[in-house]
């Protein structure tokens, strides 16, 4: 599918399985953070909307006000963190890299980059607004906890 050009109606028609929609208050606040920190592709950014892919994963990003008819935006605080509770797992994504820029786009680094006995390398960078991502890959033989 070509994310540049597809109307809405087909982009809907075409997407299958899980889903990822942020609710945020800067669209391009938080497309600038995931392709800085991520390296997302982004398309269609404006505003009030944009598409991300992260491999096959498509995420989309909504600013607040296009959900005015919608019962969300009445659940979300004024001010605060948005997405506790949350984890935003992001596989095949180098932790020790994304660690290293998630200050430089106004993140803060909740969790050092660690080996973890599940077999993964991870880190947890809580964006701005508080969603909790986590960046992840499989540990190597030599990193085996």
Same mark, same amino acid.
């Given at each position: 599918m070509d994310y540049e050009t597809v109307s809405a109606a087909d982009f809907g028609r075409q997407l299958? !399985?899980?889903g990822v929609n942020l609710l945020t208050r800067d669209v391009k606040a938080k497309v600038a953070f995931l392709t800085g920190v991520f390296r997302m592709q982004a398309h269609r950014v404006t505003a009030d909307f944009a598409i991300l892919t992260y491999g096959d994963a498509v995420f989309q990003i909504h600013a607040d006000h296009t959900?005015? /008819?919608?019962?969300?935006?009445? #659940?979300? %605080?004024?001010? !605060?963190?948005? !997405?506790? !509770?949350?984890?935003?797992? #992001?596989?095949? /994504?180098? %932790?020790?890299?994304?660690? /290293?820029?998630?200050?430089?786009?106004?993140?803060?680094?909740?969790?050092? %980059?660690?080996?973890? %006995?599940?077999?993964?390398?991870?880190c947890v960078i809580l964006d701005a607004e508080g969603y909790a991502w986590v960046p992840s890959r499989p540990l190597t033989p030599d990193e085996e906890v």
């Amino acid at each position: 599918m070509d994310y540049e050009t597809v109307s809405a109606a087909d982009f809907g028609r075409q997407l299958r !399985g899980v889903g990822v929609n942020l609710l945020t208050r800067d669209v391009k606040a938080k497309v600038a953070f995931l392709t800085g920190v991520f390296r997302m592709q982004a398309h269609r950014v404006t505003a009030d909307f944009a598409i991300l892919t992260y491999g096959d994963a498509v995420f989309q990003i909504h600013a607040d006000h296009t959900y005015h /008819s919608h019962p969300l935006p009445a #659940l979300l %605080p004024e001010a !605060g963190a948005r !997405g506790a !509770g949350v984890e935003l797992r #992001l596989y095949d /994504s180098d %932790p020790n890299a994304a660690a /290293s820029r998630a200050e430089a786009h106004g993140a803060t680094l909740l969790q050092a %980059p660690e080996n973890k %006995p599940h077999g993964l390398r991870e880190c947890v960078i809580l964006d701005a607004e508080g969603y909790a991502w986590v960046p992840s890959r499989p540990l190597t033989p030599d990193e085996e906890v």
